[in-house]
């Protein structure tokens, strides 16, 4: 899950090493979206990273990598900041919800 704290629209993906990657539509401000990366096809196992794409600006990635797992479980980033100068950061992984 991607929530957009940022002062811009944003969209995201998730990419693994091997080229495969799932992107999010537009991610307006204050909104927050989601990818289930086992229905977009990453096996489970595989390491993947958070690249996020300000509209109109730069784009950054996440400085944790994290693997795919069938747990239910979401791993949660932030972004904050403006198109020019923004950050990603890993804020937790949440329990499966019920």
Known sequence: KCINRAWFVLSFEVADSQGHSLSSDDLPIQREGRLDLLEGGFPEGTEV???VKAAMGDALEAAEKLRVARNGKTAV???RGTSLDFSVRWVEVTAAEE
Request: aromatic content about 16%.
């Open 49 to 51: 990273v958070l690249r």
């Open 77 to 79: 980033f932030e972004v």
